[in-house]
């Protein structure tokens, strides 16, 4: 269960040289006649030494139309002027990186992963709640269109970086009752993630795991993930403020987690994407309050993750980007993410004005 944004506490070469070991005529001395074979076998050696080709991502973005115009055309001069002052809500009201920049200030993208391009747009939430989210209130046909309407919305307004269609899927979903193991939480089926792993595929989009943790450690979850982890458009989602600790209730009680058991789980994710030739992956942080995550500075993207910070959260407009502000802006990893409530914001921010904010999402998900 979401909350509204709330204000959190304080905020904190030596060069490689080639030397020949022996003179001209010693290094052709016992060289042999370069026969056919001998070529064919040095070829062969060649082809075997050479690098593998990275891993091909198999998401398609949504094109933007020929009228789509760059970003800035979108904006007027009152409305890049206002941005910041709102945003901030009496904190440094000048922008950290340009408009439209989705890498945050002071950061770097060393992947090949979705985000170094494009943004993802994701419908988030479980088929079998209409409570948590849009996903449980559509068929998967429907929700498939919807979700490529709102995606090519951004690639609208962002021509040059066309937006991927994502599902988020609650895959272990938060609850009050203990239930059977006593970790407050329970698993999606098997035959639902298949569902929507088929249906991400087919639709050249991605498929983003959610875990929601209870009571229950993030490496447990991820672990119990990796058969979908292991398909090359999967990804992952951590929702940091349903885990608890023991005498606590998820949704009743706020939870938290430390930034180096997001960052286990980061490298875990890593190395799982190079080890088995996968693309590069990203995983996404949810957090809608400074106190949620202690040891922020711990999470860090990878040669083979990118790391989203998304702000968490439904409620008013001004409050959500001033959220933003202190919970991405104020605190860079590498990229921001921001949701959108369609039944509970005030009011529902269009696309132009989550681009406004400093940075602009890489990530935007509606719930």
């Known amino acids: 269960m ?23 005529d010693a290094a052709t001395q016992d060289q042999e006649p370069k026969t056919k074979e001998n070529a064919e076998v040095s070829s062969d050696e060649q082809a075997a030494s050479s690098p593998e080709p990275a891993p091909q991502p198999n998401y398609q973005a949504i094109e933007p139309s020929e009228a789509a115009r760059p970003l800035e055309s979108h904006y007027t001069e009152t409305q890049l002027a206002e941005m910041p002052t709102t945003e901030a809500h009496g904190d440094d009201t000048e922008r950290s990186v340009p408009l439209g ?19 993802i747009v994701s419908f988030y939430g479980h088929p079998d709640s209409t409570t948590m989210g849009i996903l449980g209130e559509y068929s998967p046909e429907e929700l ?38 006593g970790l407050y939480m329970h698993a999606t089926a098997d035959e639902d993630m298949e569902r929507y792993a088929k249906l991400a595929e087919e639709n050249d989009a991605l498929l983003i795991l959610d875990v929601q943790l209870g009571r229950d450690n ?38 938290h987690v430390d930034g180096e058991n997001v960052q286990e789980a980061i490298e875990y994710v890593s190395n799982l994407a190079s080890e088995n030739g996968l693309p590069d992956k990203a995983v996404i942080v949810h957090q809608f309050a400074d106190i949620i995550i202690s040891n922020k500075e711990a999470i860090q993207p990878t040669e083979n993750v990118e790391v ?9 407009a001004a409050l959500k980007r001033s959220g933003y502000h202190q919970l991405v802006h104020n605190q860079p990893i590498q990229y921001g993410g921001f949701k959108v409530f369609y039944q509970k914001d005030e009011p529902v921010m269009t696309p132009e004005e989550v681009l406004e904010l400093d940075p602009a999402p890489a990530f935007v998900n509606y719930q």
């Open 2 to 24: 979401k909350k509204l944004i709330m204000a959190g506490a304080s905020l904190a070469v030596i060069p490689a040289l080639l030397l020949a070991g022996c003179s001209q």
């Open 101 to 119: 920049q989705t890498l945050e200030k002071g950061t770097e993208d060393e992947t090949d992963g979705p985000l170094q391009k494009n943004r």
């Open 144 to 181: 498939m269109e919807k979700l490529k309407d709102q995606t090519k919305a951004y690639s609208e307004l962002d021509p040059e970086r066309p937006a991927i269609p994502a599902i988020e899927l609650i895959a272990t979903v938060a609850q009050r009752n203990p239930g059977e193991d």
């Open 218 to 255: 993030i490496m447990n979850q991820v672990k119990s993930l990796e058969k979908y982890l292991k398909l090359p458009y999967v990804h992952l989602a951590i929702d940091t403020e349903f885990h608890v600790k023991e005498g606590q209730v998820p949704g009743e009680d706020l939870g």
């Open 308 to 316: 989203v910070l998304n702000n968490d959260g439904h409620g008013i």
